[in-house]
Each structure stands twice: as structure tokens, then as C-alpha cells.
T-cell receptor, first 113, second 114 residues
Framework: DVKVTQSSRYLVKRTGEKVFLECVQDMDHENMFWYRQDPGLGLRLIYFSYDVKMKEKGDIPEGYSVSREKKERFSLILESASTNQTSMYLC????????????FGSGTQLSVL | AQSVTQLGSHVSVSEGALVLLRCNYSSSVPPYLFWYVQYPNQGLQLLLKYTSAATLVKGINGFEAEFKKSETSFHLTKPSAHMSDAAEYFCAVRTNSGYSTLTFGKGTMLLVSP
């Protein structure tokens, strides 16, 4: 069974902390994505990566960075967490460039106090 | 730029009733369209997808959607709702920016009453 695993289901951090959200996929997919999900706003793309060490900005990259040192792992970094980054973060992967079907992790609910 | 609009943030139906969730798209090129479902405390999973083959697409759990170019719509239907269908549903369109990413609608919460 295919799997995208996010390291934490719930996370509570303080304003100004550096936060790492980790995502691992076991499907040998080339493409990986980070979305944030907020009520009434749906999913918004933060960053994505189409290859190891490659990254592209999505629609809302401000305040975030990413790292992809290995094919299976894609990390989202909040350099200095702020309260407006309180959100559900969803990681996804895709191995089919043309069709764009995504496989999602269960999400990390981040609260920044 | 590609975008999707989902009409209605919440839709309520009775068990056994028809489910209709609306999605309209905007795209300058022939679109690839998707419906995803999110059950409580889970990530999203693919229900069905349209990739320019048959206009009537059948998905999992008895759902189907029809691509109507003239109406720029891709509405999701199910003839008879089940309690287990209660979830949030997202319509998405593949962007055409050179990379294969998806742009999602804001979601529609389906509520099913007994």
C-alpha cells in the first residue's frame, strides 16, 4: 500500500521558533508538495520539488523554505514561526507528471502560540 | 491561469438522496480535472479524474462526474447518499505552468442526515 508519512499529527510551537515538518514517501515518486489547508480557503500550495535538491515556489512561499536532500524525504521549514502560520499542513507526492494525481499524508496540525 | 470554483461551502442531504456537488473551472487550455475527498482527521484521497478521455467519469464509492465544456463544469454526483459519504470534497484543476501541480477549490462539506 502506498504511503506518505508526516512525522507529527499535532505540533505546538512558540512564536519565533524554527519549525521543521517532515514528510517521507515510499513510492519512489519524483514530485513532492507542501500545501497548507485553512477553513474556507481550501488548499494552497507552498512549495514543491520535482527532483532531489530542486525546489519551486508555489502560491504562498513567504515565511517558508524547504529541503529535499533525498528522493523520499521533503521537509518544510518555518524559519521564525508566527501565529498566522497556525494551520493544517499537508504533504503530497506524485510520480506521474502528466496526470498530476497526488497522494497525501494525513497532515500536521501546527499551532503557533 | 487555471482555477476552480466550488459552489456552496456546505451541502446537506438525507441518506438515500441524490448528492450533487458543483464545480466550475477556468482554464485557457483543455483541463485535467480531479475530485478529492477528505474524511475527518485524514489526508485527501482521489475520487476520480478527467483527463480528456470519456466525459462521464466514474470514481470510487459510487461517485461520478461529468465534464461539460460548454458549461465549464465538472459536477460530482452520487445517486444515493450514505452516512459514510459525510466528508469534505475538493475539486482541483491541473495547472499549466510547466510543472504538474494542482490548484484546489475551497471545498464543500457534505453533511448526511439519517
Amino acid at each position: 500500500d502506498v504511503k506518505v508519512t508526516q512525522s507529527s499529527r499535532y505540533l505546538v510551537k512558540r512564536t519565533g521558533e524554527k519549525v521543521f515538518l517532515e514528510c517521507v514517501q515510499d513510492m519512489d515518486h519524483e514530485n513532492m508538495f507542501w500545501y497548507r489547508q485553512d477553513p474556507g480557503l481550501g488548499l494552497r500550495l507552498i512549495y514543491f520539488s520535482y527532483d532531489v535538491k530542486m525546489k519551486e515556489k508555489g502560491d504562498i512561499p513567504e515565511g517558508y523554505s524547504v529541503s529535499r536532500e533525498k528522493k523520499e524525504r521533503f521537509s518544510l521549514i518555518l524559519e521564525s514561526a508566527s501565529t498566522n502560520q497556525t494551520s493544517m499542513y499537508l504533504c503530497a507526492s506524485s510520480g506521474t507528471v502528466v496526470l498530476g494525481e497526488l497522494f497525501f499524508g494525513s497532515g500536521t496540525q501546527l499551532s503557533v502560540l | 491561469a487555471q482555477s476552480v470554483t466550488q459552489l456552496g461551502s456546505h451541502v446537506s442531504v438525507s441518506e438515500g438522496a441524490l448528492v450533487l456537488l458543483r464545480c466550475n473551472y477556468s482554464s485557457s487550455v483543455p483541463p485535467y480535472l480531479f475530485w478529492y475527498v477528505q474524511y475527518p482527521n485524514q489526508g485527501l484521497q482521489l475520487l476520480l479524474k478527467y483527463t480528456s478521455a470519456a466525459t462521464l467519469v466514474k470514481g470510487i464509492n459510487g461517485f461520478e462526474a461529468e465534464f461539460k465544456k460548454s458549461e465549464t463544469s465538472f459536477h460530482l454526483t452520487k445517486p444515493s447518499a450514505h452516512m459514510s459519504d459525510a466528508a469534505e470534497y475538493f475539486c482541483a484543476v491541473r495547472t499549466n505552468s510547466g510543472y504538474s501541480t494542482l490548484t484546489f477549490g475551497k471545498g464543500t462539506m457534505l453533511l448526511v442526515s439519517p
